[in-house]
């Protein structure tokens, strides 16, 4: 392997050594295994490639000043596909399986978890797809389970750096009662045009309202909003929005912040009384937001005039980063060492 530039590398795809997989058939998952291929052989009619039947997660892995790793809220990320499997009509897989895979696949390509203070990270991706043959609108009846890692840097290219975000109402990312609060690629497929459309407009993302009333606050294409306010941390609460372990996480450092804590709806016109805003989730953990522009309304809502974090937004960002490096206690039982 040539020395990688871990200092430069992007958020995106690097082959590493191995991937894990499980197979689903006849009611049962088959020991994991480990491969070197990158390649999937997939019957072109599984359920996966024509009626959607597909989940995935995203987690991490950090190396920490004493060498070890650190695997951040792998179960939570098991039991959300669980959910995801069952709102899309998928086997579940065992909390158990999933962990046991991802240690397996963490343990396996260690060579390419970054260094300390690198500023990149391992990450993991889990994989679920319907793989049965059947031209019928119906559930699978097997399904293959993979995990591949790789080292990524950055999601946005700023960095923990203030960008602007916008709102498009012609576009929604999910029904209220679709499949908005599971992790499936039809609602990452739905984002693509507005996405494109932003950064064209020199947006880093778009913030979607909510598709029923156009009137409350959803959440960014890659990740769920948070504002600051009153020493108060406020994330929307819908029926369209996927719940972020990354929010759960700085919901619970604000608290230990002595900090007050509201889930509940946000209606857009709020945005204008936010002392801070920001975009948080596994690949960017908090993505502090510049300024909102509501185009069609000609509204613009302003989060930072020297082009600086917030102070709150980044407390909140170097304590979640402590504990993933394992630089701070672990109160809240979120980190697995891997041994």
């Keep these: 392997m040539n020395a990688i530039d871990w200092s430069s590398i992007s958020f995106g795809y690097m082959k590493t050594d191995y991937n894990v997989r499980s197979y689903f058939s006849n009611g049962e998952w088959s020991k994991p295994s480990l491969e070197t291929s990158e390649y999937l052989n997939l019957h072109m009619a599984a359920t996966c490639l024509h009626y959607g039947q597909e989940a995935f997660e995203g987690l991490k892995a950090f190396r920490g000043k004493d060498g070890k790793v650190r695997i951040f809220r792998m179960r939570d990320n098991a039991l ?11 086997a579940e897989l065992p ?15 260690e060579r390419f978890v970054p260094p300390y ?36 840097g950055p999601y946005f290219k700023e960095g923990f750096k203030p960008t602007p975000m916008v709102i ?33 407009k ?53 608290k230990d912040l002595d900090m007050n804590v509201e889930h509940r709806p946000i209606p857009e016109d709020e945005l204008a009384t936010f002392e801070e805003a920001g975009a948080c989730g596994t690949a960017a953990v908090i993505s502090p937001i510049l300024r909102i522009d509501d185009l069609s309304e000609e509204k613009s809502y302003v989060f930072s005039k020297d082009g600086k974090a917030g102070p709150i937004s980044e407390k ?22 891997v041994s």
């Design 95 to 109: 909390v158990e399986l999933f962990e046991e895979m991802v240690l397996m696949a963490v343990k396996n390509n």
């Design 316 to 337: 909140l960002y170097h304590k979640l980063r402590a504990i993933q490096y394992g630089d701070e206690p672990d109160l809240h039982g979120w980190v697995t060492i």
């Design 202 to 254: 020199g947006y880093s993302a778009v913030l979607y309202l909510d598709a029923k009333e156009k009137k409350y606050i959803d959440e960014c294409g890659p990740a769920n909003f948070f504002g600051i306010k009153n020493n108060t941390y406020v994330t929307p609460e819908s029926t369209s929005i996927l719940p972020s372990i990354t929010n759960k996480s700085l919901m619970q450092l604000a």
């Design 117 to 152: 203070e690198s500023g990149a990270s391992l990450y993991i991706r889990p994989l679920l797809i319907g793989t049965s043959a059947q031209v019928g609108v119906k559930p699978a009846a097997e399904y293959t389970f993979l995990i591949f890692v790789t080292p990524v």
């Design 80 to 90: 959300r596909l669980q959910a995801s499997c069952r709102g899309i009509m998928m």
């Design 168 to 200: 498009l109402r012609e576009f929604d990312r999910a029904a209220p009662l679709g499949t908005g609060t599971y992790k499936v690629g039809g609602n990452y497929a739905a984002s693509l045009r507005s996405g494109e459309l932003a950064h064209q």
